[in-house]
């Protein structure tokens, strides 16, 4: 049961570039999440999935896009990378939203110059 | 609009002392979390208060829900370097659809 898991761990991109951050997690989780950690600073939600089939806007999601593969799978992905989106990206996953308690996987260090 | 908000923001705590951490929503929380996330990790729940005035203790860690359901707090006994970290707590606000919101955190630095 490895819970949380995402790749890769460390990026480092060039401004324009794109990628996809993945995430999965082997709880059978209704609700996943995207969040990113700047140094020193709390969790900010960029996008979520209540459901499988369903995604929506978190607090800062401009710059980014989501897709819910399946229940087990969600990734994000960044389109042309800014240096402002360099950042700690974290996956987390939950039973369901709101009342229940979050799981986090590893992170993935983004760094773009 | 709703939040969260966690008073201080950082803590500097002589190895071997007391803390409180506290944290304050603008609006009434069905439940509050905390989590707890070390230097270079990614947070970890540390439990859940459902219930108005709830006190739950976990070895030297305290945790207490008002009784208006609006605050939280988190007491650390005899302060150890393991509880070095970041502590977030969080609850689900209406207006974020019952997202689970999050905290600032309290970043807790531990003197030997």
């Known amino acids: 049961n490895a819970g949380v898991t995402q790749t890769p761990k460390f990026q480092v991109l060039k401004t324009g570039q794109s990628m996809t951050l993945q995430c999965a997690q082997d709880m059978n989780h209704n609700s996943m999440y995207w969040y990113r950690q700047d140094p020193g600073m709390g969790l900010r939600l960029i996008y979520y999935s209540a459901s499988e089939g369903t995604t929506d806007k978190g607090e800062v999601p401009n710059g980014y896009n989501v897709s819910r593969l399946n229940k087990r799978e969600f990734s994000l992905r960044l389109e042309s990378a800014a240096p402002s989106q360099t950042s700690v990206y974290f996956c987390a996953s939950s039973a369901g939203m709101g009342n229940y308690e979050q799981y986090f996987g590893p992170g993935t260090r983004l760094t773009v110059t | 609009g709703q939040q969260v908000m966690q008073i201080p923001q950082y803590q500097h705590v002589q190895e071997g002392e007391d803390f409180t951490t506290y944290c304050n929503s603008s609006t009434t929380l069905s439940n509050i979390q905390w989590y707890k996330q070390r230097p270079g990790g990614h947070p970890v729940f540390l439990i859940q208060l459902v219930k108005s005035g709830e006190v739950k203790k976990q070895k030297r860690l305290t945790f207490q829900f008002g009784e208006a359901k609006k605050n939280s707090s988190l007491h650390i006994t005899a302060t150890q370097t393991t509880d070095v970290g970041t502590y977030f707590c969080?609850?689900?606000?209406?207006?974020?659809?019952?997202?689970?919101?999050f905290g600032g955190g309290t970043r807790v630095l531990v003197k030997p």
């Open positions: 969080a609850g689900p606000l209406k207006a974020a659809g019952n997202k689970l919101t």
